[in-house]
């Protein structure tokens, strides 16, 4: 084990908890704060994968504009600041047997199929990849490529903003 795989180790392991705090916290910006401290352990991933740009916009897209959004939201929103005792869902037991469901099966398809083949890049594919951002957006508009995965999250974007107004809109 390298030092590499250690780090991997250690910055998973933190934005797994940082993860789970974010959705079982009661106060909105302690959420808020360990949403920011998850998404950075996922930038830290990237650098560890070699994908620095990816790494870059996860910081300054997600966490310096995102993130900082939710906050400022938040605490504008009279709501939000409140604590309210019960935060919870009533349905709660059952997103978490449907975690679980979903768990079980994953770990048990991936231990069903050792021999399974990722797919991967050739390393002349890799070495010409690497720090080519042309690649990078050829690559996000070509329909054999990722063009169905980018538009699919341009319309859960605009279905969010949709939500969100819908949501602050005020009732009458």
């Given at each position: 084990?390298?030092?590499?795989?250690?780090?991997?180790?250690?910055?998973?392991?933190?934005?797994?908890?940082?993860?789970?705090?974010?959705?079982?916290?009661?106060?909105?910006?302690?959420?808020?704060?360990?949403?920011?401290?998850?998404?950075?352990?996922?930038?830290v991933?990237?650098?560890?994968?070699?994908?620095?740009?990816?790494?870059?916009?996860?910081?300054?897209?997600?966490?310096?504009?995102?993130?900082?959004?939710?906050?400022?939201?938040?605490?504008?929103?009279?709501?939000a600041?409140?604590?309210?005792?019960?935060?919870?869902?009533?349905?709660?037991?059952?997103?978490?047997?449907?975690?679980?469901?979903?768990?079980?099966?994953?770990?048990?398809?991936?231990?069903?199929l050792?021999?399974?083949?990722?797919?991967?890049?050739?390393?002349?594919?890799s070495?010409?990849?690497?720090?080519?951002?042309?690649?990078?957006?050829?690559?996000?508009?070509?329909?054999?490529?990722?063009?169905?995965?980018?538009?699919?999250?341009?319309?859960?974007?605009?279905?969010?903003?949709?939500?969100?107004?819908?949501?602050a809109?005020?009732?009458?």
């Open positions: 084990m390298d030092i590499s795989q250690i780090i991997f180790l250690i910055v998973a392991t933190a934005t797994l908890i940082s993860a789970l705090m974010v959705v079982t916290t009661r106060n909105l910006v302690h959420g808020a704060l360990w949403l920011i401290v998850a998404l950075f352990g996922v930038a991933v990237f650098v560890l994968l070699e994908a620095g740009f990816i790494a870059v916009v996860q910081v300054v897209l997600f966490i310096g504009a995102i993130a900082i959004l939710i906050i400022f939201a938040m605490m504008l929103t009279r709501r600041l409140s604590d309210e005792p019960h935060q919870t869902n009533s349905q709660w037991p059952i997103s978490a047997l449907v975690a679980a469901a979903s768990f079980v099966a994953l770990t048990g398809l991936t231990s069903f050792p021999d399974w083949q990722w797919p991967s890049l050739a390393a002349s594919d070495a010409q990849l690497s720090g080519n951002l042309q690649q990078l957006g050829y690559a996000l508009v070509q329909p054999n490529q990722f063009a169905l995965p980018f538009q699919v999250a341009s319309v859960l974007l605009i279905v969010a903003l949709i939500g969100a107004v819908a949501v809109g005020e009732k009458k």
